[in-house]
């Protein structure tokens, strides 16, 4: 079993910048986030494996956010800049034992925070 721990949230103005953390308890091998707004399905936003440096960011996001991971502390981050008003959604880190095809979809990722909401506002 699993357990992960996000923190970072909050309300930033369009432009700036946030950090969210996922603390893993436990082991993880593929670790995501994804994102919901309201009304809108969730869907996945970087993915990273833990002995890997490269990632997959989904289209919105790139060159602005990135996933970087501290594994001596069993900590993957997403790192936000430039943040828009569409990127306002509820944040979640979901993990898994294995590789999977990209974008990561929910069905893989048996692992999952409890969410941290990111408002910006213009």
């Known amino acids: 079993q699993v357990q992960l721990v996000e923190s970072g949230g909050g309300s930033v103005q369009a432009g700036g910048s946030l950090r969210l953390s996922c603390v893993a308890f436990g082991y993880t091998y593929s670790v995501a986030w994804f994102r919901q707004a309201p009304g809108k399905e969730r869907g996945g936003v970087a993915r990273i494996y833990t002995d890997e440096e490269s990632a997959w960011y989904a289209d919105s996001v790139k060159g602005r956010f990135t996933i970087p991971k501290e594994n001596a502390v069993n900590t993957v981050f997403l790192q936000m800049h430039r943040l828009k008003p569409e990127d306002t959604a509820m944040y979640y880190c979901?993990?898994?034992?294995?590789?999977?095809?990209?974008?990561?979809?929910?069905?893989?990722?048996?692992?999952w925070g409890q969410g941290t909401q990111v408002t910006v506002f213009s």
């Open positions: 979901a993990a898994s034992w294995g590789r999977s095809a990209d974008p990561p979809v929910e069905d893989h990722f048996s692992y």
